[in-house]
Every structure is written in C-alpha cells, then in structure tokens.
C-alpha cells in the first residue's frame, strides 16, 4: 500500500509522544499514513526545518506557530494547527540551593506561598531562570507566575533561553537558578541531584495548552485529505497513551535512543502524573500533570490562542492590534480537527472558542457529536481570559 508521508520535526519530550506512538504501533499506517521523526535539540530548528521544507509538519511549542505567522524574529509564514498534542506537561524547577533557599518542602508548592518566599529571595540576589524558547508556553506561564506574585520579570530577575535536553545541565553548572520545561527533563535535574521541582505548570494554568501538531497553512490546504488521516491516527494513539494497560510500553518506545534517549522511569512517571520532587524522594501523585485526549484535550481552541497571543503583546510591549488577534487565532483550526473525526464517536466541541479559566468544577459543554464534559481550566490567580476583550483583559492584568 502507497503511504502518503510525513517527515514531522520534535524535540526530546515526552509529549512528543503522540506522532512517535502513531508510527511505532501503526496507528498512522491503518490510516494510510507514513511517518518519519526527525530529532532536534532546539525549537528554532524544528521551526526551520519546517519552514524550509526539510519536513513536513512538526511537534511545536504553541507560541512559536503564532509567532512565525505573525512574523516575529523572520519573515512570517502562515502556520496552521489542527491537532493540540497535549495540555500541561511542563514543571518549574528550583536549583537545589534555591529551593532550599525558598524552604520547599517534600511536596509540589502552592504557587502563592513559594512565590512569596520567591520574592524575598529575588530581593537579595539576582536569579536567572531558564526557558526553551521566547516564544513558548513555558515563557508565558512562567512570567504570569512571577508577576502574579508581585516578581517583575526582566527587571527582578533574568529569563534566557535554554534547550530542553540541556536544562539540566545549565542547572549544574550555575548558569540558571532555575528553569521551566518539559519532562523528563525536570525528573533527570531532580534525579541527577541538581534541582528541586517547586511547581507543575498546570498549577498555574489547569489545562494550558502546550505543544502542537503544525504545518505551513499552505500544505495543510495542500494535503488536506492525508492531513485528515493524519489527525485520525494521532486521535487513535492518544486514547492508547492514556491506557493506563500501555503506560509502560508507552514509556519503554519513548526512551529509545533515537527519540527521548532518557531513563525509562522518569519517563513513565511522567505518563502516569507521578513526580519526584525532589532527590531520592517518593513521587508525589498529581493528577492530569499531562493531559491528552480526555475532554477533547487535542482540540484547537482559538481561545488557547488567543490567550497565548496576549501574553506575547503584554511581556513584549506590542500595541494590541484586533487583526493580529484574529491572525493568532486563525493559527488554530477545529475546522480540521472537525473534518477529521466526524463520524468517529469522538466527542467535537460545537463552539471554537470559549472563556478560559472559567470553570471550577466539571461541566458539559456543547457539542456536535459525542457528550463533551469540560474539567476545571482555572488559573492560580482566579482571573478568566476573553478572548472577545483582550484589551481589557490586558488592562486588568498586574
């Protein structure tokens, strides 16, 4: 049988996974679908070899799809994301001088109180906090943090870009006092000795979005129908990566050397929410740590979107522009994700967008087929984003 193949660009994370699983089981070749990984060690590469068409499609921290088709740091080229490869998944890690500085204790922190003892720390000494990408969700949701707590970003303390199979290390070697990334590579900082994990980021986004399926707009018009299966067989190995009967094959496929090349169980801690905080310690249950294909989790919200782009006006000074709003949200396409699952079974949100951070407790949500219950999206610090008012959404903000 012909294939119709994709060569998709990632990084060594565990929520890369879902492209990996749908080639390594044949979820992608039940579909009609070819897919070859091609491993980088940065998201500026990953993003080239995309734009230039070394590849076809890539595993991409949200904001950077945004930022290249709005056309920050290059020329832009418009970007299309169909497919949300998973929510959360991301920690924040304290070197171990600066945890014990901060008091954390055997536990993940409360995002307020380790903020506070944060802040009287960033008043006696500089820190430098290390994140993969300006353009990414582990920037975004870092800086909301630290402003939240009242630490001004850029002038309190110093955020500089790190790759995520190199966190580690830069936190051995003093150069970041600590850094927000991926897994596993906060378990190999914790597991190594040289850092303490002090919060998870879904602590400070429930349900934040985070690495993507994405594309130059103009192949996925182009390729539309291989698109469609492609999605179908990503949506088949998302239900199989939360089996909770697979985890540990999950896990052992992921640490191959040419994937993660990482310990198998940091790995599949990670899968199951379990989180070792710090050295030789239990691993702490904390659940949805990562979070795919439940409550549509792989759908595109343009509100996801927008939220994201909002955080790139406010942390780098851009007038709000409604075109760039609607160009950023545009990125994101349920349009795709629609055509791909109808008649599937899959639960398809009827709206493209909604308020985030609104909901507290479990609630159903309109949908077009299937019964879609939506958990709760809260932000640690209570706010909601409307997508329909950014500007005063952004003027509310600390």
């Known amino acids: 049988m012909s294939l119709d193949r994709f060569r998709i660009g990632f990084v060594p994370l565990v929520d890369a996974a879902l492209p990996i699983l749908a080639h390594e089981l044949g979820f992608a070749e039940e579909q009609g679908v070819g897919i070859e990984m091609v491993r980088d060690v940065t998201w500026a590469a990953v993003r080239d070899r995309l734009l230039y068409g070394h590849t076809d499609a890539a595993h991409m921290v949200a904001p950077l ?136 980021t879904a602590q400070i986004w429930r349900r934040g979005v985070e690495k993507v399926l994405a594309m130059r707009a103009d192949q996925a018009e182009e390729r539309r129908d291989a698109v469609l299966r492609l999605i179908r067989a990503l949506h088949a190995a998302a239900a199989h990566f939360i089996d909770s009967e697979t985890v540990e094959q999950s896990a052992e496929i992921l640490s191959r050397p040419h994937y993660l090349d990482a310990p198998m169980g940091a790995i599949l801690r990670a899968i199951t929410d379990r989180i070792r905080v710090v050295p030789g310690g239990e691993p702490v249950h904390y659940p949805d740590f990562m979070f795919q294909y439940r409550e549509a989790a792989n759908f595109p919200w343009r509100s996801q979107a927008g939220w994201l782009h909002a955080q790139m006006v406010r942390w780098e000074g851009l007038p709000f522009s409604n075109a760039d709003a609607a160009t950023a949200q545009g990125v994101f396409r349920p349009d795709l994700y629609r055509a791909a699952l109808v008649g599937s079974g899959a639960p398809l949100p009827g709206a493209s967008s909604k308020l985030e951070g609104a909901l507290i407790e479990p609630i159903g949500a309109g949908s077009t087929q299937g019964r879609l219950v939506l958990g709760s999206d809260r932000f640690f610090d209570g706010r909601a984003f409307d997508p329909d008012d950014i500007p005063g959404y952004l003027a509310a903000l600390p």
């Open 65 to 200: 799809a945004i930022a290249t088709t709005l056309g920050r740091d290059r020329p832009a080229v418009p970007m299309a994301v169909p497919f949300v490869l998973g929510l959360n998944g991301n920690a924040i890690t304290f070197s171990t001088a600066l945890g014990e500085a901060c008091g954390l204790g055997e536990g993940l922190g409360d995002p307020i109180a380790v903020g506070t003892a944060l802040r009287a720390v960033a008043a006696r000494q500089r820190l430098r906090f290390g994140v993969v990408h300006r353009h990414s969700s582990h920037n975004y949701m870092l800086r909301y943090w630290l402003a939240g707590v009242g630490i001004r970003p850029d002038t309190d303390v110093d955020i500089v870009v790190t790759s995520p199979p190199f966190a580690a290390d830069a936190l051995a070697a003093g150069e970041v006092d600590g850094i927000c990334v991926g897994e596993p590579w906060n378990s190999i900082a914790v597991d190594r000795g040289v850092g303490r994990i002090a919060l998870a």
